[in-house]
């Protein structure tokens, strides 16, 4: 039978198109494999301490995951509009684990929980329950899954400094307690971060060095998770009375050993880095915003997924020491979340100028127009550094900070020398201060008062209290309207610094300020 060759010839061009086809299908599987290859978008299966049912869901679905994981996206946009947010989280999560590899659908709804539903309320404990679900989406999910990923760190880093460190948010002073609130529940009021880093650092570790003979299973806890519970179950964290009763050097080993372990699980913080972090810059308040900002960023700075740094997460790091340096000192939270103290941590005033200018250079060398910026940021650093030095008695280092500036800017304008500066400074700043940086002005104050009281100077101490009143009244007359700008009040606040002065004090100098705020108080009659 003979074959037309009309049949053939179509045949045959079937044929080259199928070829051609599936040859272009082979070209754009290797371009799609070496994007996905760059972008780190194929899930292996083998993600570090990744929950069981992760791991199956993401192997068994296959390229089904992808069209899963779309109509969730779908579905949740529209549980978005709904206003059904509970339910959003949820989805959320499920998102994360179909597409552990790809962290940027975590960021992003992350950033959607912290951002924009929080601000949906006006309740401010509703908004941190909203913030709080953007930060275990990044930190207990996207971070584990993609723990060489600088893109989660660098927004977890963001959502503490901006979100919760900043002013803008009218619940900012809730978060701040919250945060407060949870870290000391687990590192203590006053907690020695050289110490803790030297504890446990894992449950098995932890077994090893107290074995089933140690003394501390004597105490009516069978096993590990029993004592742990118990430790955990009061805030600040601590150990039953009777565990170890008569062996103080026992207890306090044992306390440490939980204490780290309880960091790393319950606040995701390694002990060890912190007291990296503690010797590079100084000693840091583990329960502010910007510590915890400082922290996270520092990691994504070293991650470098592209072969090179994030220049966002280099100014992270800058901003956090600068925040830190300016009110990175938690003196009182409020057990109601609406009032909070943070002074100044003038341990990090080097460490924040060294950073800006680490910054500048950094930025000067690969011609970025940043660059300028932050010789601007280093000027107006060494101003702020001189009143915040001089208000707390440093007088020395005011006058360094003040040296370097003339150095680097010239003489300031009607200034002879630093306490001409410090005056005219003072009231420009007082006139135009945010509700941080006058918190910084009324403590440095009251801190000064508080000298001159040990030195027997009253009428200087009594001088800077009326200064330090005058400015709150004045502050508080024309800002405290609004929620987010409004201070505690002026007693409570001089209350809180004396109560810490007299435990930071040398018991000498704490004994001359007892006696003198004894002789203050108005004589019985």
Not at 36 to 65: C, K, M, W, Y
Not at 119 to 130: G, N
Not at 466 to 495: G, H, T, V
Request: proline fraction near 4%; glycine fraction near 4%.
């Amino acid at each position: 039978m003979r074959i037309p060759f009309k049949t053939i010839a179509c045949t045959a061009a079937a044929i080259a198109v199928t070829a051609g086809a599936l040859y272009g299908l082979h070209v754009l599987e290797k371009s799609l494999d070496q994007d996905i290859e760059a972008g780190h978008l194929r899930f292996s299966g083998n993600i570090q301490d990744a929950p069981p049912l992760v791991v199956l869901s993401t192997t068994a679905l296959g390229s089904f995951r992808g069209i899963i994981a779309d109509w969730l996206w779908y579905r949740s946009e529209n549980l978005k509009q709904q206003g059904s947010y509970f339910e959003m989280v949820q989805l959320a999560k499920w998102i994360i684990d179909l597409q552990p590899n790809f962290s940027g659908s975590a960021v992003y709804l992350a950033w959607n929980l912290a951002y924009n539903v929080s601000v949906t309320t006006s309740d401010p404990v509703e908004r941190w329950r909203w913030v709080n679900a953007g930060i275990q989406l990044l930190r207990d999910k996207a971070i584990v899954y993609n723990p060489e990923d600088d893109g989660p760190y660098r927004e977890l880093a963001w959502i503490y400094q901006h979100k919760m460190g900043h002013v803008l948010d009218d619940a900012n002073v809730y978060y701040k307690n919250r945060l407060a609130k949870e870290n000391t529940a687990v590192l203590g009021t006053s907690p020695d971060i050289a110490k803790l880093a030297e504890g446990t650092s894992t449950k098995d570790e932890f077994l090893k060095k107290y074995p089933a003979d140690s003394p501390i299973w004597s105490c009516g806890y069978a096993d590990f998770d029993s004592l742990m519970a118990a430790f955990s179950a009061v805030e600040p964290a601590a150990l039953p009375p009777t565990v170890a009763a008569n062996d103080a050097k026992l207890r306090a080993e044992l306390d440490n050993d939980l204490r780290s372990l309880l960091t790393r699980s319950r606040l995701k913080l390694d002990p060890v880095r912190m007291q990296s972090l503690n010797a590079k810059y100084g000693d840091l308040d583990w329960r502010s915003t910007e510590s915890m900002a400082l922290y996270w960023s520092s990691i994504g700075l070293e991650k470098k997924r592209y072969g090179k740094e994030d220049k966002n997460l280099r100014r992270m790091i800058s901003s956090s020491l600068l925040e830190s340096f300016r009110s990175g000192r938690v003196l009182m939270t409020d057990i109601e979340g609406a009032e909070i103290i943070l002074v100044p941590n003038i341990e990090l005033a080097d460490a924040a100028l060294k950073a800006v200018e680490d910054n500048f250079e950094y930025f000067e060398e690969r011609k970025v127009a940043a660059a300028k910026t932050y010789r601007d940021t280093k000027i107006n650093f060494l101003q702020e550094a001189v009143m915040v030095m001089y208000n707390y008695g440093q007088y020395t280092k005011a006058q360094e900070y003040y040296d370097m500036l003339v150095k680097e800017n010239g003489a300031p304008r009607n200034a002879k020398n630093m306490d001409d500066f410090v005056l005219n400074d003072f009231a420009e700043r007082v006139d135009f201060a945010i509700v941080k940086n006058i918190q910084s002005i009324i403590t440095g104050l009251l801190f000064r008062s508080i000298n001159f009281l040990i030195y027997g100077d009253r009428d200087a101490a009594h001088a800077n209290e009326r200064m330090a009143k005058m400015i709150y009244d004045k502050y508080m007359r024309e800002n405290s309207s609004e929620e987010k700008n409004r201070l505690p009040e002026f007693q409570r606040m001089k209350n809180e610094i004396t109560e810490q002065c007299l435990k930071r004090l040398p018991d000498k100098a704490a004994a001359l300020l007892k006696r003198e705020l004894d002789l203050e108080k108005p004589k019985e009659k």
